[in-house]
Nanobody
Framework: QVQLVESGGGLVQSGGSLRLSCAAS????????MGWFRQAPGKEREFVAA???????YYADSVKGRFTISRDNAKNMVYLQMNSLKIEDTAVYYC????????????????WGQGTQVTVSS
């Protein structure tokens, strides 16, 4: 079992940057696939990025080239660096953990954080 706590959300102007952090409990953090998802009002939760235990990374097309996911297994942390933010990036961002290698499906992640709000203004 793993517990996840996100931080780093906030209000930022279009074109700005934010760095989200996710702190994980547990001794097997390095074995987890770690993902970031987001949910905008009235929309379904969607995949943003993921990193495997082998540090392979995956991105949604909408964020590729702007967002970077990374992890620090020594600190049980995963990060999402978000640059060139757009108004359409506004959402609640969730950190999630899984052992499943099909990283884009929300249903493959049994462990979720509480979410952190990211609001991008014009």
């Amino acid at each position: 079992q793993v517990q996840l706590v996100e931080s780093g959300g906030g209000l930022v102007q279009s074109g700005g940057s934010l760095r989200l952090s996710c702190a994980a409990s547990g001794q097997t953090f390095s074995r987890y696939v770690m993902g970031w998802f987001r949910q905008a009002p009235g929309k379904e939760r969607e995949f943003v990025a993921a990193t495997t235990s082998g540090t392979d990374t995956y991105y949604a097309d909408s964020v590729k080239g702007r967002f970077t996911i990374s992890r620090d297994n020594a600190k049980n942390m995963v990060y999402l660096q978000m640059n060139s933010l757009k108004i359409e990036d506004t959402a609640v961002y969730y950190c999630a953990a899984s052992f499943h290698t099909l990283v884009v499906l929300t249903t493959n992640y049994p462990y979720w954080g509480q979410g952190t709000q990211v609001t991008v203004s014009s």
